[in-house]
């Protein structure tokens, strides 16, 4: 082994993982294989968290090509042995903080990092969208990946006409409430400054609703009442799996504002980035024009 050919990578929680040469099986949680596969690395596998079930969520897989990407489960179905079963050289985990390996139980983080090297990217509310963005593209071309100049102007573009729609005329002044239903009663509202995706929507100029100050450091559980009394013009709802759809809480009253699809674990390529940002456009050009 030469010092040209080993791997090298030192992951959020300041732990430098290393291999002999560069990793090409990579099993990873399902966001970041997502955002790895959008910035240009297809992973082996990818798995999911307790949120999830035996087939993977949708709502969190991207462009994924599932039929290439193997899906090995998720919350108390993992163990050490069912993650290595396809020989990954490399896991690639997230954080939430504290550098904890999000969606897999201590018990079992912890003999996995004894058998194949483990990088943890945190994707907490303390970093920007842009610094969690930033790593995953570092990580990345470690492995392989090359810059598209192209996906950086998609991104560009895109800022520039949500900066443009917010700054001119009736459309800066449209309400966005970002919520997770929880039934037909019931939704969860989120606190715009701790979700790193939607305060670039904040910096852009759009007008997102904050709720109430009360229990719940990232979301507000209102009544289907108060929600709606928050007068959205437009609703980014969360779209995973486990959240109810947005039709059981909206009642005939409040099926007028434009809808965003939402994933609040979101994907951190450009490409993906920009997707999402000419949604909120296109729905707020649309509640201009109700």
């Known amino acids: 082994m030469t010092e040209q050919s080993e791997w090298r990578f030192s992951d959020d929680r300041g732990q430098l993982s290393t291999a002999p040469r560069r990793p090409g099986r990579v099993l990873a949680y399902v966001q970041a294989g997502a955002t790895l596969w959008g910035l240009g690395i297809r992973p082996q596998a990818v798995f999911g968290s307790d949120h999830d079930g035996p087939?993977?969520?949708?709502?969190?897989?991207?462009?994924?090509?599932?039929?290439?990407?193997?899906?090995?489960?998720?919350g108390a179905a993992l163990d050490v042995e069912r993650l290595l079963d396809g020989r990954p050289d490399l896991v690639v985990a997230v954080s939430y903080g504290g550098g904890h390996v999000y969606g897999l139980a201590p018990e079992t983080a912890k003999p996995l990092e004894e058998r194949v090297p483990v990088?943890?990217?945190?994707?907490?509310?303390?970093?920007?969208?842009?610094?969690?963005?930033?790593?995953?593209?570092?990580?990345?071309?470690?492995?392989?990946?090359?810059?598209?100049?192209?996906?950086?102007?998609?991104?560009?573009?895109?800022?520039?006409?949500?900066?443009?729609?917010?700054?001119t005329g009736p459309a800066?002044?449209?309400?966005?409430?970002a919520l997770s239903p929880a039934g037909p009663d019931q939704a969860h509202v989120a606190r715009p400054g701790m979700w790193p995706e939607l305060r670039v929507l904040t910096e852009l100029g759009v007008q997102l609703v904050e709720p109430a100050p009360g229990p719940g450091a990232n979301w507000s559980t209102l009544g289907r009442a108060e929600t709606f009394a928050l007068r959205p013009d437009v609703i980014l709802t969360d779209i995973r799996a486990h959240a109810a759809p947005l039709d059981e809480l909206r009642g005939e009253g409040d099926g007028s504002a434009p809808v965003v699809p939402w994933n609040p674990e979101p994907l951190y390529g450009p490409c993906d980035h920009a997707r999402f940002l000419g949604l909120v456009a296109d729905a707020l050009e649309a509640a201009r024009t109700r």
Do not use: H, M, N
């Open 55 to 74: 087939e993977p969520d949708r709502a969190k897989t991207g462009t994924l090509p599932l039929d290439e990407v193997a899906y090995v489960g998720a």
């Open 119 to 167: 990088v943890v990217i945190d994707v907490s509310q303390a970093r920007t969208f842009g610094e969690i963005g930033d790593r995953f593209a570092e990580l990345a071309r470690s492995l392989g990946a090359e810059d598209r100049a192209d996906a950086d102007a998609d991104l560009d573009a895109a800022r520039d006409r949500l900066r443009t729609l917010t700054a």
């Open 172 to 177: 800066g002044a449209r309400r966005v409430v």
